[in-house]
């Protein structure tokens, strides 16, 4: 692949520097598929990134990405869970703050990849085809998976009867919903304005998108993709025909579930109704409950990193909801301790106390307005695909995996920092045609 001529918006008179920046670039390519497979590749994979990027600043001198953007508010956000992580105001002690201060490897990720690798529309448009191909290789072993009973790796559908795509957990559903409206935006609205044998593919394309979410039998990846739909909608005029038949689609085929795909409709339909209604005691209920409680009891400083893990087992968090009717003594006991309390904010919360929380919802909210600037009325696809993939792992009202987590959340960071690159680029874009004028 050749690079071209400039990186970073300057160019490379040293030939250690293209080098460098060839070898960073190879490695980002090379991440999704270490997320998928190979976690501890894609932690080295992160950290010769950062690595790269700082050595990169340190020889060109530039550090003013420092003091631009979201960067000072995810600085000090970070600072503040190391702070909390400290032995004394933490209970993790050394290896809480350890993980604490390697919690800045994912801030420099998405800074590096906005303010270095993809600063140039080849690298971008590269790194599009590779989250595209992530996108499809899952969906395609999911497919397989329902038809044949196994996926590509020869594994079979999870004991709860969910589909796995290409892992041996059930976990699926939630990198392709993320996944799913970069990959599918551009060539679905890339179609609907070619003609109508045209548009009726992308339209088909998109309910077939939709239709892999409802059948690898995951809820929360699914109503976060009827999400995904409607802020698509909302953003894209031509997509809003498109939302409403996959909305149709998807509720058709969840009703044919029920024959074609029994487990799926039992965990979409039956069980999910029953955790709906006794959620004061459902597992997730039970969870959200204890990290509340322990919030509650450390309000400040939280209890450091890996807060909920470190102080689920006290005693003195062990209280329920009000209207549990089975655990309002003891809050179900040692049952709902987990490594995290599935939600990115009352990870923080736990983590960091309230003061984290409120900075980590700073730190949200200047990535996704970051993501919208120089977004216009009639937005770029890929954009609003790649805001909505973000949106999605961000959105407050959902079960997560910790924050913290590689391989689940790498796509995020990567999405995140592929969507800043090109309002970056459309910011500059925009600059260069006002300044042309007469």
Not at 283 to 300: D, N
Not at 305 to 327: H, V
Not at 374 to 393: I, M, N, Q, S, T
Request: with cysteine; proline share 7%.
């Amino acid at each position: 692949m050749p690079l071209p001529a400039t990186f970073g918006g300057a160019r490379m008179p040293f030939s250690s520097e293209r080098a460098l920046a060839r070898a960073a670039l190879a490695i980002l390519l090379l991440l999704p598929l270490l997320f998928m497979h190979a976690r501890a590749g894609a932690e080295i994979g992160i950290a010769l990134l950062d690595l790269a990027f700082l050595g990169h600043c340190a020889r060109q001198r530039d550090w003013g990405w420092l003091r631009r953007g979201w960067v000072p508010i995810g600085a000090i956000w970070w600072l503040w869970l190391v702070i909390c992580s400290l032995p004394g105001l933490g209970i993790g002690g050394w290896h809480s703050f350890a993980q604490a201060l390697a919690a800045v490897r994912f801030l420099l990720l998405v800074a590096a990849l906005e303010q270095w690798l993809l600063v140039e529309p080849a690298p971008r448009r590269w790194l599009q085809g590779v989250l595209s191909a992530a996108a499809l290789y899952i969906a395609a072993n999911a497919l397989l998976q329902f038809v044949a009973g196994r996926n590509l790796w020869g594994w079979p559908r999870y004991a709860d009867g969910s589909l796995s795509g290409p892992f041996q957990k059930p976990r699926a559903g939630a990198p392709l919903s993320r996944l799913l409206f970069p990959a599918i935006l551009p060539p679905v609205m890339r179609l609907l304005g070619e003609g109508r044998g045209r548009a009726i593919a992308g339209g088909a394309l998109a309910v077939a998108g939709v239709g892999t979410i409802v059948l690898i039998g995951q809820r929360m990846p699914l109503m976060l993709t009827l999400l995904g739909l409607l802020v698509s909608g909302l953003l894209l005029r031509r997509l809003r025909p498109v939302v409403l038949v996959c909305l149709v689609a998807g509720t058709a085929l969840l009703g044919a579930t029920a024959v074609i795909s029994p487990p799926t409709w039992y965990r979409l339909v039956t069980k999910f109704s029953y955790q709906m209604q006794t959620f004061p005691d459902s597992e997730y209920g039970l969870i959200a409950a204890r990290a509340v409680v322990i919030a509650s009891q450390h309000p400040l400083f939280g209890q450091g990193f890996d807060g909920f893990r470190n102080a689920c087992p006290d005693p003195r968090t062990w209280k329920g909801w009000s209207a549990a009717t089975q655990n309002a003594a003891d809050g179900g006991g040692t049952a709902p301790c987990n490594i995290h309390p599935h939600n990115h904010y009352l990870q923080m919360v736990t983590d960091a106390g309230l003061p984290g929380l409120a900075l980590f919802c700073a730190l949200v909210t200047a990535w996704l307005i970051g993501m919208l600037r120089r977004l216009g009325p009639d937005p770029a696809p890929l954009r609003v695909g790649l805001f909505v993939g973000v949106l999605l792992e961000l959105w407050p009202i959902a079960s997560t995996s910790s924050f913290y987590a590689t391989e689940l959340m790498g796509f995020m960071y990567v999405m995140l920092g592929l969507g800043l690159a090109e309002a970056r680029a459309a910011g500059k874009a925009s600059e260069k045609r006002q300044g042309l004028r007469p």
